[in-house]
């Protein structure tokens, strides 16, 4: 960060923040402060700043700002200005603190029945491909041979064609009309 001071430059907003320290496993407010927050700072410079004015250097906690109302608001340049008797409540807490993980709802025994339903379904569908297996191999050995018969009937044609316009015989007369 650099030595740069906040105090004289008139686009700085100064906001007072109170700091309530959840990942310690305390509810009250420990710290009350001013903090200054540049114009132009990405979100990244304004924990930065914030971390410094209140001493914090945890790395692994979530920091939650709130208005006075208790509603949270992001951490970016455009927080609202306020004074020192309505202050924002910055909240320290831990990752997942707040999470309380239920108990499993789902019983096993439905687990295991859905996974039984499921493993003899695609049994069924196995046994069923294997049965149609020879047909399948017919069936496309049928498809291959009618084909293979219409690419012939086509190749004759073209070779009867090609007879036909290799024939080099003049009759001493334009059958039909140029059209130069």
Avoid: Y
Avoid at 41 to 66: H, M, P, Q, W, Y
Avoid at 78 to 106: D, G, W
Wanted: a positive charge; hydrophobic letters at 40%; charged letters at 25%.
């Amino acid at each position: 960060m650099s030595n740069f001071s906040f105090e004289n430059n008139p686009g700085i907003s100064k906001v007072w923040i109170a700091l309530r320290r959840f990942d310690k496993n305390d509810d009250r407010v420990v710290a009350l402060q001013e903090v200054s927050i540049p114009p132009a700072a990405e979100a990244s410079e304004i924990i930065k700043i914030i971390l410094t004015t209140f001493g914090l250097n945890c790395s692994d906690v979530i920091l939650k700002i709130r208005n006075h109302r208790s509603c949270l608001i992001p951490l970016n340049n455009l927080i609202p200005a306020n004074s020192k008797h309505m202050p924002h409540v910055l909240e320290v807490a831990k990752i997942f603190q707040h999470v309380r993980p239920k108990p499993r709802t789902i019983p096993t025994t439905v687990l295991n029945r859905s996974m039984r339903t499921r493993l003899q379904t695609i049994d069924r569908k196995i046994e069923r491909l294997e049965e149609l297996l020879p047909q399948i191999k017919l069936r496309r050995h049928e498809k291959l041979t009618k084909e293979i018969e219409c690419l012939s009937q086509k190749l004759r044609f073209l070779h009867k064609t090609m007879q036909v316009a290799d024939s080099h015989s003049w009759k001493g007369v334009l059958t039909r009309a140029p059209l130069w």
